[in-house]
């Protein structure tokens, strides 16, 4: 699936969005947070000789660039989530994007470890250490074991 639509609203992420960690998206940036290569988001951008960009790597972009995947796909407003459903935690939102992009964990335990509120509210954990508390959710679940991931020792970065 491709169109001009599609490479436009692209182009519009790298214009006028922000990364979670307040800096302004490049090609590669993009590439990296969605677990894509530059040269992947370079063919969407040159509109690839194929025409076709498939639905998951568009969900992969739309989950790193914290916009609907219905709006990258069919330009359905709005482009953003409601702002409640927005991360507080900016680098817990860059831990599920990536999460998302393996492509192996579940939305329970995503849900699980974003249901987690720090006990200062200025903290946040780095994107590795939310990673490891969404894997060790994933692993739980798969275990059958009911974890608090807020008492998951986490490793001092």
Do not use: C, F
């Not at 590439?31 to 498939?54: C, D, E, M, W």
């Not at 407003?77 to 409601?82: H, K, L, N, S, T």
């Not at 959710?137 to 974890?147: H, K, N, P, S």
């Amino acid at each position: 699936m491709a169109s001009r639509d599609i490479i436009e609203r692209v182009e519009k992420i790298l214009r006028e969005t922000r990364q979670p960690n307040g800096g302004e998206w490049s090609a590669r940036s993009l590439a990296i947070a969605s677990g894509l290569t530059p040269t992947h988001i370079g063919r969407i951008l040159n509109y690839n000789k194929t025409g076709r960009v498939s639905t998951p790597t568009l969900k992969k972009i739309a989950a790193a660039a914290r916009v609907r995947p219905e709006w990258l796909l069919t330009g359905e407003e709005p482009m953003r989530p409601d702002k409640e459903q927005q991360d507080q935690y900016p680098n817990r939102a860059r831990a599920v994007a990536a999460a998302r992009a393996l492509g192996t964990v579940s939305e329970e335990a995503i849900a699980t470890v974003r249901s987690t509120r720090l006990k200062s509210a200025t903290a946040d954990l780095t994107p590795n250490q939310w990673l490891d508390k969404i894997l060790t959710a994933e692993r739980d679940e798969q275990l059958g074991i009911v974890t608090d991931v807020d008492t998951l020792p986490i490793d001092k970065a």
